[in-house]
């Protein structure tokens, strides 16, 4: 590999997570020299998606793994129709495409003008999310009934599943909702939609729980605080939810119904969640001149030195330089190296400037031997027909761990996906679903909430079956500070040098949080990436994700990105 050694990189990117892909496409039209490394043989890191055999590779070497990961505890189970024979409903390992990363993308999401300003909204495909259940064993009712009213109510055997009114027009069709209540939830959803009122509570109620502040502000109890708290898709328990956090996350969720279509605010990426943006955004990297290895990951990286001119090095840079031995015996040279804390784990003493904290999250993912359609219905008269669903249930639903208190149980969240998706066999869907609930039994714990919510769903003569599971944890590196903290972040963890010239630099991008929808932090800290790499030429070949189509191409060319 002559030419990544005799070559002076300006960048050089480590691991294709979805922030370093969504900077090596921003980077693609820069005319920087940009070298994309990754350990692995596969694209997407943490947010990757794996056929059935992938899956079974990737937990071999997540288990045997020398180096530290970000994941731990991996195992598969397949169902057996009986004792040493496998479920022959299980499809072929290629008919599937299990993601680590099956996030909710809002439409007030950062990243959709970006997608779209950077023209690789042409490579990707998006499928709606449609209406949210919350998990219901104390009501009765009639299997596939509606409410009283036009509240849609599913249920299995003594349990139920009950739409959630996501909307202000949810409410007012719910008549199950008695006139009182429905005037509370109706100011609650106005202050939410009210981006300048909602400012105004949380700076004067912003410590306050969320359950504490609706029962104190608007008199709703606990029966109608479970949906509330559903729609933040908070990963705390309810006492520990906080305002200032619920609010604004009510304000994304109804500011995005009916952008996108009628009845929806959120999507999902077809063929494998974030994956297949990480992907897209790879390719467009290469298209702008990037350089991609995989399978070469960084052994440590050298102290700076000051370049000497060389003819492939760029002009009009006084960076310092940095040798970087990668996996493999090879050396490089770059000004910039960018990862995040898993990816340059080891590396280098550098660390990012603010405070850090480790959340460990316990995650399921379960293929179903049903295509659980009941739970699929359109949310709207003229919206598409949605290919995701959400389904919480709350704290008490399942009997939590030994030792804990229902007081520290959160919500469990689950997102079906069917296989409109791509990411199954038709006839079939997958159950995503995790936790941060620190205990042993956290996995059974999981478990029993997809058997419990199997058993809720409708119109099955029996529960359906799971046939094939992937469990394992995984450790999200996120910034300590509490979401509604005032306290200002370093630019994405820049390294000075020991002048405080921030000449050169080890950038760090943030690792996803454990958040089942996308952040816009994600954005932003490429962005302040970005900023830093190229402000030495001014920005001078345009804004951030802002490109033209290239001559020659046309919108339905693959190189178009």
């Not at 991609?292 to 009009?316: C, F, H, M, N």
């Not at 800290?525 to 030495?536: L, P």
Request: with cysteine; aromatic share 6%; net charge negative.
């Amino acid at each position: 590999m002559e030419s990544l050694n005799d070559t002076t990189w300006d960048v050089m990117i480590s691991g294709t997570g979805l922030p370093q892909s969504l900077l090596a496409l921003a980077l693609s039209r820069s005319g920087k020299k940009v070298l994309h490394l990754d350990q692995n043989d596969y694209y997407g890191g943490a947010e990757a998606a794996f056929s059935l055999q992938e899956a079974t590779d990737w937990v071999g070497h997540i288990n045997l793994a020398s180096k530290p990961t970000p994941f731990s505890a991996a195992s598969i189970t397949q169902h057996q129709i009986d004792e040493g024979l496998l479920d022959p409903r299980l499809g072929f390992s290629r008919a599937y495409s299990i993601s680590l990363s099956p996030h909710l993308i809002y439409a007030r999401s950062n990243l959709v003008p970006a997608l779209v300003s950077s023209k690789v909204y042409r490579q990707l495909e998006f499928l709606a999310v449609g209406s949210w259940w919350i998990y219901d064993a104390k009501e009765e009712r009639q299997e596939g009934a509606p409410g009283q009213g036009g509240n849609t109510i599913l249920q299995g055997q003594n349990v139920a599943l009950r739409k959630i009114p996501g909307s202000r027009e949810d409410v007012f069709a719910d008549k199950s909702i008695d006139l009182r209540s429905t005037r509370s939830l109706m100011k609650v959803l106005k202050l939410a939609a009210d981006a300048e009122a909602h400012s105004t509570i949380v700076s004067e109620s912003g410590d306050q729980s969320l359950p504490d502040f609706l029962a104190s502000h608007y008199k709703i109890g606990s029966k109608l605080q479970a949906p509330l708290q559903a729609l933040t898709l908070s990963p705390a328990p309810p006492s520990r939810t906080i305002v200032a956090y619920a609010v604004p996350q009510l304000h994304r969720h109804l500011t995005s119904i009916g952008i996108f279509g009628p009845g929806f605010g959120a999507v999902v990426p077809k063929w494998g969640g974030l994956a297949e943006i990480a992907q897209v955004a790879c390719r467009a990297g290469a298209v702008g001149g990037g350089v991609y290895v995989l399978k070469k990951g960084i052994e440590s990286i050298d102290k700076p030195v000051q370049p000497s001119a060389s003819p492939t090095s760029a002009e009009g840079t006084d960076h310092l330089l940095s040798a970087i031995k990668l996996q493999g015996g090879d050396e490089v040279k770059a000004r910039w190296i960018i990862g995040t804390p898993s990816t340059l784990h080891g590396c280098s003493d550098e660390i990012p400037k603010q405070q850090m904290m480790s959340v460990e999250v316990t995650h399921i993912t379960a293929i179903v031997s049903s295509s659980l359609t009941s739970l699929f219905p359109p949310p709207a008269e003229g919206s598409p027909p949605p290919a995701s669903t959400v389904a919480a249930l709350p704290p008490g639903t399942i009997r939590p761990p030994q030792s804990v208190s229902l007081a520290d149980v959160p919500a469990l969240y689950l997102i079906i996906h069917s296989s409109d998706t791509g990411e199954c066999p038709e006839g079939q869907s997958i159950i995503y679903t995790s936790t941060a609930l620190s205990h042993p039994s956290a996995l059974q714990f999981l478990s029993s909430a997809i058997e419990a919510f199997l058993f809720a769903v409708p119109g099955e003569a029996i529960a359906p079956d799971i046939l094939w599971t992937l469990a394992y944890r995984q450790r999200h590196l996120i910034s300590s500070s509490p979401p509604h903290s005032n306290a200002q972040k370093s630019p994405a963890g820049e390294t000075a040098d020991h002048k405080g010239n921030q000449r050169c630099g080890i950038l760090h991008l943030h690792d996803l949080s454990p958040s089942l929808a996308l952040e816009d932090d994600v954005l932003k800290d490429v962005r302040a990436v970005w900023e830093r790499v190229t402000a030495d030429d001014g920005n001078a070949r345009g804004g951030f994700m802002q490109f033209e189509d290239r001559v020659g191409f046309g919108d339905e060319d693959d190189e178009d990105v």
